[in-house]
C-alpha cells in the first residue's frame, strides 16, 4: 500500500445521484491532485492543491467540485454526472507543487456512470 | 502535435528478454522525466526520475533522456512475467503539472 488512500475503490452511481470520492495522504505532503484516467487516453490532471489552495484547475466541469479542507484530505464531490465521466479516478501528493518532487499515488477510484 | 507520444503497445517479449520502451515530447522546457509503472487495477508507482539530459540506472533498469532528439527511454534487462504492467512515461518543466504518455502495456511470458 502507498501512502495515498483513496476511498471508495469503486462506485456506480445514476446520473442524477451525488456522491463523493475522498482521499487521504500520510506523507506529510503539501500539494495533492486528482487525475482522471480513462482508456486509452493518457492522464488527465483535474485539480491541483498546493497548502489547501487550488491552484490550477483544468477546465473541468462544474459537476466535478473539489475540496481540500486540510493538507491530508481532498474529496471529489460529484453531482449529475455523464455516462462519459466513467474512469479510474486517481489522487496523488507531492512533497510541494512545482519542484523538484515525483508524485505518489493512491489506487484510485473505478467510477461508472449509469 | 501532442506534447507526449507513446506507443500504447501491447508489447510481448519472453521471459528474460531486454525490453525498451520509449516516449517522444515536443516541449523543450522539459526538464524532469519519470517513469511510472501501473499493474492492472492499481495506481501508478513511480519507479524512475531523471533530471535533464544523460542516464539512470536502478538494479534492472535503466532511464536514458536525450534532450537534443526529445526522446526518453526506459530499459529493462532480464525482463519477468512480475514486470508485465503499463509504463506511463512523464515529464514536466519546472513549476507545471506533470504531462503524461498514454502508456506503453507491456507483457513477459515464461
Known amino acids: 500500500e502507498t501512502g495515498v488512500t483513496q476511498t471508495p475503490r469503486h462506485l456506480v452511481m445514476g446520473m442524477t445521484n451525488k456522491k463523493s470520492l475522498k482521499c487521504e495522504q500520510h506523507?506529510?505532503?503539501?500539494?495533492m491532485y486528482w487525475y482522471k484516467q480513462s482508456a486509452k487516453k493518457p492522464l488527465e490532471l483535474m485539480f491541483v492543491?498546493?497548502?489547501?489552495?487550488?491552484?490550477e484547475n483544468n477546465s473541468v466541469p462544474s459537476r466535478f467540485s473539489p475540496e481540500c479542507p486540510n493538507s491530508s484530505h481532498l474529496f471529489l464531490h460529484l453531482h449529475t454526472l455523464q455516462p462519459e465521466d466513467s474512469a479510474l479516478y486517481l489522487c496523488a501528493s507531492s512533497q510541494d507543487w512545482g519542484g523538484y518532487t515525483e508524485a505518489f499515488f493512491g489506487q484510485g477510484t473505478r467510477l461508472t456512470v449509469v | 502535435q501532442k506534447e507526449v507520444e507513446q506507443d500504447p503497445g501491447p508489447l510481448s517479449v519472453p521471459e528474460g528478454a531486454i525490453v525498451s520502451l520509449n516516449c517522444t515530447y515536443s516541449n523543450s522546457a522539459f526538464q524532469y522525466f519519470m517513469w511510472y509503472r501501473q499493474y492492472s487495477r492499481k495506481g501508478p508507482e513511480l519507479l524512475m526520475y531523471?533530471?535533464?539530459?544523460g542516464n539512470k540506472e536502478d538494479g534492472r533498469f535503466t532511464a536514458q533522456v536525450d534532450k537534443s532528439s526529445k526522446y526518453i527511454s526506459l530499459f529493462i534487462r532480464d525482463s519477468q512475467p512480475s514486470d508485465s504492467a503499463t509504463y506511463l512515461c512523464?515529464?514536466?518543466?519546472?513549476?507545471?503539472?506533470?504531462?503524461f504518455g498514454k502508456g506503453t502495456t507491456l507483457s513477459v511470458s515464461s
Open positions: 492543491y498546493s497548502l489547501e489552495e487550488r491552484v
Open positions: 531523471t533530471y535533464s539530459s
Open positions: 506523507l506529510g505532503h503539501n500539494a
Open positions: 512523464a515529464m514536466r518543466e519546472a513549476g507545471t503539472a506533470l504531462i
